[in-house]
């Protein structure tokens, strides 16, 4: 299978870099023919002279195109391919609106953790999409990391739990190490620390299996420094903040 992507962008060139390692077959285009053979280059990839000589080419059609300028792109294309979409707050719905009506698309959303090759990402499909293209595509969102098949309806729940979080974790390391820095730790030090437990932490919680309030109470020792610090971070609203947050990023995708 020949898989065209239209727009390569850090995400799509993250999952090129998956696919690579499938029997995949990849092409790009980019917004112009030198643009699109330098990152052909880049990546060791075929290019297309134009976007509609990709579609023509390709057996599945990616679009690794901006919300914004989706329409202008589609409108200006005839595409007669099986879509696979990871346009951020774009429907099902409005993906058909803007190409062929009946076409098969999957739209997926995928995380920066595609350059690890470790990328959570959530997809679903129209009612024209076979089980057998469906699995097609789910063995593409392997190459890069972990795929969730959800519901379109909660896409932007997962869009704040998998796509935003990454960076309100780095902005909890960030200020992890802060507080190293303000013990006298150098920040890269603190970091290095941080970003460890982190990694370690998550792994430990993944491969036991261990829900996040029984791993709070094995490190929590009765009157000791865990459980003073914890109860500081509810004092100051840690969780409350958290939600929050998670809510504000809900409601801007919905009205993207």
């Known amino acids: 299978m ?3 992507f239209i727009g390569v962008g850090k995400m799509a060139s993250a999952i090129i870099t998956g696919l690579k390692k499938t029997e995949f077959k990849v092409i790009i285009s980019d917004s112009n023919p030198d643009k699109s ?3 052909a280059e880049a990546l060791d990839v075929d290019f297309a002279a134009s976007q509609q000589d990709l579609i023509d080419k390709a057996d599945l059609i990616v679009l690794g195109l ?3 300028v989706l329409p202008l792109v589609l409108t200006n294309l005839d595409i007669n391919k099986p879509i696979l ?4 707050g774009t429907s099902l719905s409005r993906l058909a609106e803007l190409t ?3 076409l098969p698309i999957i739209r997926i959303m995928p995380n920066l953790n595609a350059e690890l090759l470790q990328s959570t990402t959530a997809i679903c499909r129209n009612n024209t999409v076979s089980d057998q ?6 063995q593409i969102t392997n190459s890069f990391g972990t795929t969730f098949e959800i519901a379109e309806k909660d896409f932007d ?3 704040a739990l998998a796509g935003s979080s990454p960076a309100y974790i780095a902005l909890f390391i960030e200020a992890l190490a802060k507080a190293g820095l303000k013990y006298g730790f150098s920040k890269d030090l603190a970091l290095d620390i941080v970003s460890q437990t982190v990694l370690a932490t998550s792994q430990n919680l993944l491969s036991n299996s261990i829900r996040p ?9 009765p009157g000791g420094t865990t459980i003073a610090g914890l109860l500081d971070l509810e004092k100051t609203g840690f969780t409350a903040s958290t939600v929050s947050a998670i809510d504000t990023t809900i409601e801007k995708a919905k009205n993207m």
């Open 2 to 4: 020949i898989i065209g």
């Open 85 to 88: 979409s990871m346009a951020a």
């Open 157 to 159: 729940t997962f869009t």
């Open 213 to 221: 309030n029984d791993f709070i109470d094995k490190v929590s020792s």
């Open 66 to 68: 901006k919300p914004q």
């Open 133 to 138: 293209l469906f699995e097609t595509a789910k």
């Open 37 to 39: 053979r330098k990152k």
């Open 100 to 102: 062929q009506a009946g």
